[in-house]
Structure formats: structure tokens, C-alpha cells
């Protein structure tokens, strides 16, 4: 019996680096998957065959209300959802001096209006369907420790943790609704093949020496996926090697 066993998550930006592994990990525990990305069809088709057990691919624009409806209309209509999982999101990398309203709109577009977007249809999609659910909300260490020349990316993800805890409070008891702040990762967001040496210590800096995996984030999100998590709600669970100590 997989601990997800008859559950149905919906994973954005399953196609790729932490949503990919969430994905596949919640494939292996029995659930089934639906993985809504705005990577390449063929990205999403390659991630949707590795997860298996049934898993489908859809192309989404998390920052798109049009099509975030549309992806909640069709999963209320083949047999709904108990585990969303907002992780799609893009950085935007620049000085503040630099930065454009341009880069703000982007910036903000994906990483806080999506999850906006996708959690508020999920959550009355969940409402609706009266059977509890769980919410998880991919957010970085980097809410709290901040980091130069990222101020747009640190404050999207600041603006998840405190979103995270509104609607933990809103939706509860049924609906518990939690975040991970995950450490720098080997993903292809972090791009490591084109990371310098200094970057790339800067990044490792932490008790445990190394970047995280993404398999070792998609342990937390089966956590809070699954029976073990039952009394957290509001909570940011923070696998990042120790860099930041809650
Ligand atoms: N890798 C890290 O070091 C790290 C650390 C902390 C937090 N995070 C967060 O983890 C999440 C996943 O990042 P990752 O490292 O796996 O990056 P990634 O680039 O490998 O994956 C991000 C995915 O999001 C998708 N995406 C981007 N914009 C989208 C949109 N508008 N609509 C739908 N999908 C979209 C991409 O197509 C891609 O598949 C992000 O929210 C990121 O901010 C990553």
C-alpha cells in the first residue's frame, strides 16, 4: 500500500528539477499526478512517463487566470483533488538598480500571482468537493535570509510563506496548507554546469557542505502530503543543509 494510495495531487512545474521529483515520489507512493507546466510538451510528456502510475501532463501558464481555470475545471471533472503542490517558478537575477517594472511584473507574475492563481481555484475546487485536502507551497531559504541582487525573487517567495499562513488559517481544519523553503538545490534553475566556483561556494555554504537534491525537497512534500503531518498547518519546513536554523 503506498502511502498515497487513491489520492490525486496536482504538481506545477512537475516537468522539471523539484516538481519533477515531487511528482515522481508521489507516483511511487501510489498517488496519481497531474503535472501542469509551461515547459515544452515534450518536457512534460518525458516527466509524466517517468512518474508513471497513471500520471497526465497538461501546459499551463501558472500566471495565466484563463488557463489556471481551465485546469481546475478539467480536474474537478475527472475525479478532483487532494494534494496541490505549487512549485512552478522562475528566477530573475539583477541589481536593483537594474531592474525594470518590466522584471517585476515577471518576477512576481509567476512566483506569487501563480500561486495566487492556482491555489485559490484549488482551494474551491477542495471546498467544494468537502473532502479535506492539503496545500504545499514551495517558497526558499531565501525568504529569510535574503540575497543580493535577487530582492524580486526573495519577495515572491516571502510574499508565499505569508500567503501560506493566511490560507492555513482560512481553510482550516479540513484543508492544512504549509510550506517548504528548500536550499539551493542541483536543479536546472540553479544551473550549475554554468555556475561559477564562487557561486558556487557561496551556495554550498552551509553545515552540510553541498547542494541539496531534489529528491531530498520531494521527501518534505511527501511529509506534508502524507498521514504523518496530520497536526501542521501554517508550518515551512526548510530542507537547506542547515544554511538558515529556525
Ligand atoms: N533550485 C533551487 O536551488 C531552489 C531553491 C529554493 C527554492 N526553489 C524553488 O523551487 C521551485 C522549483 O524550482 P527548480 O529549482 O526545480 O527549477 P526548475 O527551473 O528546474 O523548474 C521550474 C519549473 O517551473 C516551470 N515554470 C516556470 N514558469 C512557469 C509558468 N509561468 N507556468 C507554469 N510553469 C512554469 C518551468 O517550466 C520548470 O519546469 C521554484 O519555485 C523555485 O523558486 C528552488
Redesign the pocket.
Known amino acids: 500500500m503506498g502511502m498515497l494510495n487513491g489520492k490525486h495531487a496536482v504538481v506545477?512545474?512537475?516537468?522539471?528539477?523539484?516538481?519533477?521529483a515531487i511528482a515522481f515520489a508521489f507516483a511511487k507512493e501510489g498517488g496519481t499526478v497531474t503535472i501542469?507546466?509551461?515547459?515544452s510538451e515534450a518536457?512534460i510528456a518525458d516527466a509524466v512517463k517517468a512518474a508513471g502510475n497513471g500520471a497526465q501532463g497538461r501546459r499551463?501558464?501558472?500566471?495565466d487566470e484563463k488557463d489556471v481555470v481551465q485546469l481546475f475545471d478539467a480536474v474537478g471533472k475527472s475525479g478532483g483533488i487532494d494534494i496541490l503542490v505549487n512549485?512552478?517558478?522562475?528566477?530573475v537575477e539583477k541589481p536593483l538598480l537594474e531592474t525594470s517594472v518590466a522584471d517585476f511584473d515577471r518576477q512576481i507574475g509567476?512566483?506569487l500571482k501563480?500561486v495566487f492563481l492556482v491555489g485559490r481555484e484549488a482551494l474551491r475546487l477542495m471546498v467544494a468537493q468537502d473532502r479535506g485536502g492539503r496545500v504545499i507551497n514551495?517558497?526558499?531559504?531565501?525568504a529569510y535570509l535574503g540575497r543580493e541582487n535577487c530582492s524580486l525573487?526573495c519577495a515572491s517567495?516571502g510574499g508565499v510563506l505569508s500567503m501560506t499562513r493566511s490560507w492555513a488559517r482560512e481553510f482550516a481544519p479540513k484543508i492544512l496548507v504549509n510550506t517548504i523553503?528548500?536550499?539551493?538545490?542541483?536543479?536546472?534553475?540553479?544551473g550549475i554546469e554554468q555556475t561559477s566556483a564562487e557561486t558556487l561556494a557561496q551556495e554550498t555554504n552551509n553545515p552540510l557542505g553541498r547542494?541539496?537534491r531534489?529528491e531530498e525537497?520531494a521527501a518534505a512534500a511527501l511529509f506534508l502530503a502524507g498521514p504523518g503531518s496530520t497536526f501542521m498547518t501554517g508550518q515551512c519546513v526548510s530542507p537547506n543543509g542547515g544554511a538558515a536554523m529556525f
Open positions: 506545477t512545474g512537475g516537468a522539471s528539477g523539484i516538481g519533477r501542469a507546466d509551461y515547459a518536457s499551463v501558464n501558472v500566471a512549485c512552478a517558478g522562475i528566477l509567476v512566483n501563480g514551495i517558497a526558499s531559504e531565501l525573487y517567495k523553503a528548500p536550499g539551493p538545490t542541483d536543479t536546472p534553475m540553479l547542494l541539496g531534489p525537497i
